[in-house]
């Protein structure tokens, strides 16, 4: 059976669907789509003065948030 050409038009692309997060204090801003890709990363001027491997652990903890904002828990799938 062929795949209905309306419904593949109709549903949104997975790579599409994203959401924006922010650290705690508005300095490291992150865009992640649905299947977990960063799509965006904004660095204030003030993440400056952090020692690299704090900035590095920040953006981490940034991007995961960002990702744990799709995830629904299992009593919604």
């Avoid at 801003?29 to 003065?49: E, F, N, P």
């Avoid at 020692?51 to 995830?71: K, M, S, V």
């Amino acid at each position: 059976m062929a795949a209905d050409p309306e419904l593949r038009t109709s549903l949104p692309r997975q790579s599409s669907v994203q959401v924006s997060h922010s650290s705690h204090d508005g300095a490291i801003s992150v865009v992640v789509t649905l299947d977990g890709q960063v799509r965006d990363l904004q660095l204030a001027d003030t993440v400056s003065t952090r020692p690299a491997a704090q900035l590095a652990r920040d953006i981490l903890e940034c991007i995961h948030d960002a990702q744990a904002l799709f995830d629904l828990g299992p009593a919604t799938r």
